[in-house]
């Protein structure tokens, strides 16, 4: 079945710097990948999305990438901001309606 | 994006007593739904995919009879921990799919079997 490595397990960063968030996947048949933000004891929240069609995708201050050759993709935080503080998890699915296989978890924190 | 709701939130439980676990699409149809379980400081593990008017696939090393999951309808799954122990005790998070991919949560389960 498909895995899913998440690097770092936790991000450590200064208000307005970038954060970085890095993930692979072994399945070459996934062409789905979420990425979700999930507060303490909150329920996990859909920020952005990628298919396999598409290398970037750019939503305000937040992006991903994806190279689907190196079956690994991203998410870029720019200027970050003290909310930014969660834990965000990539996921990946090999088709519409299918299930997620979620990476680890980055635990980030934004320092003021 | 789309609303799931979940109920109850909290729930304290003796051990051996079953607990139900509700998970509504207040604004979408869901074919589809998933059955998560979250322990602290860790991923999101699925249990089951629940799909609407037939049995439930079960991930592998997920007992079947122990969380049972209806899908009787397009808005409502149910999971139930049967004969619950402490070791159940975790975050239980559901999600249904809007549209072709994007999958939303609803607000999870705190269950505590004492």
């Known amino acids: 079945g498909e895995n899913v490595e998440q690097h770092p397990s936790t991000l450590s960063v200064q208000e307005g710097d970038s954060a970085v968030i890095k993930c692979t996947y072994s399945?070459?048949?996934?062409?789905?990948f979420p990425w979700y933000k999930q507060e303490l004891g909150k329920r996990p929240q859909l920020i952005i999305d990628?298919?396999?069609?598409?290398g970037e995708k750019k939503d305000q201050r937040i992006a991903v990438t994806l190279n689907k050759t190196a079956k690994h993709f991203s998410l870029h935080i720019t200027e970050t901001q003290p909310e930014d503080s969660a834990v965000y998890f990539c996921?990946?699915?090999?088709?519409?309606?299918?299930?997620?296989?979620f990476g680890g978890g980055t635990r980030v924190l934004v320092k003021p | 994006g789309a609303v799931v709701s979940q109920h109850p939130s909290r729930v304290i439980c003796k051990s051996g007593t079953s607990v139900k676990i509700e998970c509504r699409s207040l604004?979408?149809?869901?074919?589809?739904m998933f059955w998560y379980r979250q322990f602290p400081k860790q991923s999101l593990m699925l249990m089951a995919t629940s799909n609407e008017g037939s049995k439930a696939t079960y991930e592998q090393g997920v007992e079947k009879d122990k969380f049972l999951i209806n899908h009787a309808s397009l808005t409502l799954s149910t999971l139930t921990v049967t004969s619950a122990h402490p070791e159940d005790s975790s975050f239980y998070i559901c999600?249904?799919?809007?549209?072709?991919?994007?999958?939303?949560f609803g607000p999870g389960t705190r269950l505590t079997v004492t």
């Open positions: 996921a990946a699915s090999k088709a519409a309606g299918n299930k997620l296989t």
């Open positions: 399945d070459s048949a996934s062409n789905y």
């Open positions: 999600s249904g799919i809007a549209g072709a991919y994007e999958q939303y």
């Open positions: 990628i298919r396999s069609n598409v």
């Open positions: 604004d979408f149809q869901a074919t589809t």
